[in-house]
């Protein structure tokens, strides 16, 4: 009985996980909306500044 009731328990950590993943692809596509909006206001700039700023960001 103990090694039946230990799966169980490994199972629920399991679905724990999947759903810290699916938070975090939520917070990845909000970064990278915030990446569109910033390249739109520099669209003046040269590319090479351009470039430097996406270096900065958090990918």
Do not use: A, H, W
């Not at 993943?21 to 990278?32: A, E, H, L």
Request: net charge positive; proline share 2%; charged share 55%.
């Amino acid at each position: 009985m103990k090694s039946k009731t230990r799966n169980k328990e490994i199972k629920v950590k399991d679905k724990v996980k999947v759903k810290d993943k699916v938070k975090y692809k939520v917070k990845v596509k909000v970064k990278i909306k915030d990446k569109v909006k910033i390249k739109d206001k520099i669209k003046d700039v040269g590319e090479n500044e351009v470039f430097q700023i996406k270096k900065t960001l958090p990918i």
